[in-house]
């Protein structure tokens, strides 16, 4: 079972859509991620936030909005994506800033832009 | 050249065989590493972290060489349930940045 909750596990929305990716921790850590996983490729990076404030934002579009309303919770919001956004999309979690604190993750939303 | 590079494989391995395989970084201040197992549409789990001495957990054994950049994980007594695909992630000096290798599949067969 994950420490890292994510919901929905699928979701299916049109390209005028918009809609939100939840996640939840409660292990403490202060480090939280959003990664995009597309079939047969390893996660890519997305966003970190460190301490609740945005601290790595790898060039994703605006269509992908983060926010982290507590230390605890990471929300995706999403609007106006294309097709090829369609994918995996992971939460993970780590102790801030420490040596060896690998990244847990939650169970990811499958996301599929029609 | 890619900061973290894997074999994508598969490696096809028979019940019982041990196999093993690599992954390379290419920043020699990286400092820490781990072995992640994903399952074909789960999340990524952590396998086991690797120490600078190496360490084993069971079957598996994970072994760092600092000279030559690259991690390595062995797998002895294969079990069918070993076949996953392995993804290497390594740790920058600083900040919360983690770089996945692309991964290798291993295919344990009767």
């Known amino acids: 079972d994950t420490e890292v909750t994510q919901t929905p596990k699928h979701l299916v929305m049109g390209m005028t859509n918009k809609k939100s990716l939840k996640c939840e921790q409660h292990m403490g850590h202060r480090a939280m991620y959003w990664y995009k996983q597309k079939a047969k490729k390893p996660p890519e990076l997305m966003f970190v936030?460190?301490?609740?404030?945005?601290?790595i934002n790898e060039s994703v579009p605006s269509r992908f909005s983060p926010e982290c309303p507590n230390s605890s919770l990471l929300n995706l919001h999403l609007h106006a994506l294309q097709p090829e956004d369609s994918a995996l999309y992971l939460c993970?979690?780590?102790?801030?800033?420490?040596?060896?604190?690998?990244?847990?993750f939650g169970n990811g939303t499958r996301l599929t832009v029609t | 050249r890619k900061e973290v590079e894997q074999d994508p494989g598969p490696f096809n391995v028979p019940e019982g065989a041990t196999v093993a395989f690599n992954c390379t970084y290419s920043?020699?201040?990286?400092?820490?590493f781990f072995w992640y197992r994903q399952d074909c549409r789960k999340e990524p789990k952590l396998l086991m972290s690797v120490y600078s001495s190496g360490n084993e957990d069971g079957r598996f054994t994970a072994q760092l060489n600092r000279a030559s950049q690259y991690i390595s994980l062995l797998i002895r007594d294969s079990k069918l349930s070993d076949s996953a695909t392995y993804l290497c992630?390594?740790?920058?000096?600083?900040?919360?940045?983690?770089?996945f290798g692309g991964g290798t599949r291993v295919l344990v067969k009767p």
């Open positions: 992630v390594v740790q920058e000096a600083a900040g919360n940045k983690l770089t």
């Open positions: 936030y460190s301490y609740e404030k945005l601290s």
């Open positions: 993970a979690s780590s102790q801030q800033g420490q040596f060896n604190s690998p990244l847990h």
């Open positions: 920043n020699s201040a990286s400092q820490s």
